[in-house]
Structure formats: structure tokens, C-alpha cells
């Protein structure tokens, strides 16, 4: 076995060559054959795994991982990570792969730059996206414990995963944010408010290991939470489900969208951490009145980074998540995800799909006129 981290003799050069080239089971029978350290790097400081990294191959840097491979390797000249070189690959399944193997999200490279900002600097919007939203779900689980002089956890178990997954959620627009509460968070918003409280103030006070977008991102669930429990007390003897007063008052067509305004600006104002740049950012451009985006679009663009132009996907009616497959039967001018979405959306969507039936049966009746 080679001695660790360096790049000694031609088994080295070749581990090198195979990676440049993606070529997967050269570079895994040299490595077996000869058993080798795969922590070598050459004199830039490059290792095999941010190699493959950079290169977007999958596959190549799962093989290293599990041979051991440092996720967190800080050799690098310019101070680069795995992580920096996958955000600069374009390939977000390379990123959560390095993620979920515990890479460092936001370690900062010579000049400061975290890998999300690499991502959103080279315009690659996936990547921004799965590492602004990454948080190990050992964060989530630190309440299940007890800690100091408590007697029981602050949050029981049954509600760490869902919670995890909760927070990892990409698509931040409150309707799908309050449809995520479904089935287990529901059952207790109160206490599912106080955690992310707490995990937002505890993402701001880690020095230099702060992470300011995954703060505010914890804090605006938090709001949102708020803002479902108040529905739930609105009308506490109907017994009607909180989500769906929510999310219909969102969906009221130009009310709805005046309340998601109102709602996110006053989420923006009520952060906590006034110092940081994402805070400074977005009330800027929210003071700004005149070309000042919809609060929603802001904030999701700062959580999950700027779109490039070739992604415009089709996105749902109801609560704006991408890739929405179901069109509505009757007269197919919308998108859902889901049968669920669907019905939710059919009390604005009612009139409408009758006026865009008429349209298209007029349409088709002219045609069959003209020919
Ligand atoms: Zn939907
Ligand atoms: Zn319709």
C-alpha cells in the first residue's frame, strides 16, 4: 500500500489517467489489484475523488467513497472541496452523493466562495438547489435526545424523519410547504414550529460554520407553520382540516396572491439575523417597489438560486412544484402533480375550465366550418 496522500510512481499517475478518462473499471481493478491509497494527489492538490467530482461521474466517486475516500479533503491549492468541484460539474446527483457522505456544505474555497455560490456563478440551478437545501439529518435527531437538565426530548422520534425530509423540500411555495405537514407533522405544529425555531438560530451561531440561506430557510417554515396553526384556530368547532383553509385562502385568484405577497415580506422583515447578506439582499430588492419581483420568486431565488433559461418546466397550478404530469381532464390547459392537487384548485379552477371548454369547442366547430 502506497503511504497516504501522495502521488508516488505510476500506479499513481494511472489512478489519475483512468479518472480523467471515466473510465470506471480500469480505475477500479488497479485500485483493487494493487490496493491503493485512494487519498493520493498530485501537485495542484487534486485528488482522484474530486477529479471524478469534476467530472460529474457518478459511479467513479461512489467507488472512491467506498474505498475510503476524504470527503472533506482540503489539499487543494485553491482550496477546493469535492463539493466545489461537483457544483462546477453541473451534477446534482454527484452533489447529494457527496453530501450524504458527509461532505462539508458550505466550506469556503481561497477566495471565499462556498460551492452553492460556484453552482449559481456557472448558472448550474440544480446543484444550487440540492446544497442550499442540504442539512444532515443528525441535526434533526440532536432533539430527539435529551440534553443538560431535560427530562424528556424536545421532539419525540416518530417526527424526525418526516421533519428531515420537511426541511429538505425544494419547492418552498407555501401551498405545497403546508401540504408537506401531511399526515405525521400535523399532528403536533407547535412543537414542529419551536424545533425549526431552534435550528434556525442554531444554523446562525456557528461562527464561521454559519449558514445564513439554511437559516432564513428555517426560519420561513417556521412562519409558515405559524400561518397554518393560526387557520386551525379559526374555526376550531367545524373541525375543518387547517391545510386546506390555508392553502385555499392562497389560491383565492388576486387575494391570494396580495396574501402570499404580504405574508413573505413580513416573513423577510421578522428574521432574526439582520447582519447577514441573504437578509440585506432580499430586503433591497423588496424595498425597491418598482421592478420588485413577487416576495415568492425572491425568496425562492434565494434559497435555491437563479434559473437559467433552458430550464422553464411546466409547474403546478396549486403549489407550484415542477415536472407536474396530470393535466386537468376537461379542457387541459393546467398542470397538476397530483389528484390532490386537482382537487384543491377546483374552486378557482371551475370557472375557468368551463370558459376555456367553450373556447375550444368554438375553435374546433370554426375549423370544422372552414374546411
Ligand atoms: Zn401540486
Ligand atoms: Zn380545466
Given at each position: 500500500?502506497?503511504?497516504?496522500n501522495v502521488?508516488?510512481?505510476e500506479?499513481g ?7 480523467a ?6 480505475l477500479?481493478?488497479?485500485?483493487l ?10 501537485e495542484?492538490?487534486?485528488?482522484p475523488l474530486k ?8 459511479e467513479?466517486c ?14 487543494h491549492e485553491h482550496g477546493?472541496?469535492a ?5 462546477l460539474?453541473?451534477n446534482a ?7 450524504d457522505s458527509?461532505?462539508n ?6 477566495v ?5 455560490q ?8 440544480n446543484c444550487?438547489a440540492v446544497?442550499n437545501n442540504?442539512?444532515p439529518?443528525s441535526?434533526v ?6 440534553h443538560g ?7 419525540p422520534?416518530?417526527?424526525a ?5 420537511f ?15 401531511q399526515?405525521?407533522l400535523i399532528?403536533?405544529l ?6 425549526l425555531e431552534l ?6 451561531k456557528r461562527?464561521?460554520?454559519?449558514n445564513?440561506?439554511?437559516s432564513?430557510k ?9 400561518e397554518?396553526?393560526k ?12 391545510v386546506e383553509l390555508?392553502v385555499?385562502k392562497?389560491?383565492v385568484r ?9 405574508l ?6 421578522e ?9 440585506r ?20 431565488v ?17 403549489c407550484g ?5 396530470k ?13 390532490e ?5 377546483w ?15 368554438n375553435?374546433?366547430?370554426?375549423s370544422v366550418?372552414?374546411?
Amino acid at each position: 500500500m502506497a503511504p497516504a496522500n501522495v502521488c508516488t510512481g505510476e500506479e499513481g499517475k494511472l489512478v489519475f489517467y483512468y479518472v480523467a478518462k471515466n473510465d470506471f473499471l480500469s480505475l477500479k481493478s488497479i485500485i483493487l489489484q494493487h490496493n491503493l491509497n485512494v487519498d493520493i494527489y498530485d501537485e495542484h492538490g487534486m485528488t482522484p475523488l474530486k477529479s471524478a467530482a469534476y467530472n460529474g461521474h457518478k459511479e467513479i466517486c461512489q467507488f472512491l467513497l467506498d474505498q475510503g475516500a476524504d470527503v472533506n479533503c482540503k489539499n487543494h491549492e485553491h482550496g477546493y472541496t469535492a463539493l466545489h468541484f461537483a457544483a462546477l460539474s453541473g451534477n446534482a446527483e454527484v452533489c447529494q452523493l457527496l453530501l450524504d457522505s458527509g461532505a462539508n456544505s458550505h466550506p469556503l474555497n481561497s477566495v471565499g466562495r462556498t460551492p452553492s455560490q460556484m453552482a449559481a456563478f456557472v448558472g448550474f440551478h440544480n446543484c444550487v438547489a440540492v446544497i442550499n437545501n442540504y442539512i444532515p439529518k443528525s441535526e434533526v435527531e440532536y432533539y430527539t435526545l435529551t440534553h443538560g437538565l431535560e427530562t424528556e426530548p424536545k421532539l419525540p422520534s416518530v417526527y424526525a424523519s418526516p421533519l428531515h425530509k420537511f426541511i429538505m423540500q425544494v419547492n418552498v411555495h407555501p401551498v405545497r410547504v403546508a401540504l408537506n405537514l401531511q399526515p405525521t407533522l400535523i399532528e403536533d405544529l407547535p412543537r414542529i414550529k419551536k424545533i425549526l425555531e431552534l435550528m434556525c438560530e442554531k444554523e446562525m451561531k456557528r461562527g464561521a460554520e454559519s449558514n445564513e440561506v439554511m437559516s432564513f430557510k428555517l426560519h420561513y417554515l417556521s412562519c409558515i407553520v405559524a400561518e397554518v396553526i393560526k387557520c386551525s384556530f379559526r374555526s376550531p368547532e367545524k373541525q375543518s382540516d387547517p391545510v386546506e383553509l390555508f392553502v385555499r385562502k392562497i389560491l383565492v385568484r388576486k387575494r391570494g396572491e396580495e396574501y402570499i405577497d404580504f405574508l413573505i415580506r413580513d416573513i423577510v422583515r421578522e428574521f432574526p439575523f439582520r447582519e447577514c447578506t441573504i437578509f440585506r439582499q432580499m430586503v433591497t430588492s423588496l424595498a425597491n417597489q418598482k421592478d420588485s419581483p413577487p416576495a415568492l420568486s425572491l425568496v425562492t431565488v434565494a434559497i435555491n438560486g437563479q434559473r437559467g433559461f433552458s430550464d422553464d418546466v411546466k409547474t403546478c397550478a396549486t403549489c407550484g412544484e415542477e415536472k407536474a404530469s396530470k393535466k386537468c381532464s376537461k379542457c387541459k390547459q393546467v398542470q397538476y402533480c397530483d389528484r390532490e392537487c386537482q382537487r384543491l384548485h377546483w374552486f378557482v379552477h371551475k370557472k375557468e375550465c368551463n370558459r376555456n371548454n367553450e373556447e375550444l369547442i368554438n375553435k374546433m366547430e370554426n375549423s370544422v366550418k372552414i374546411n
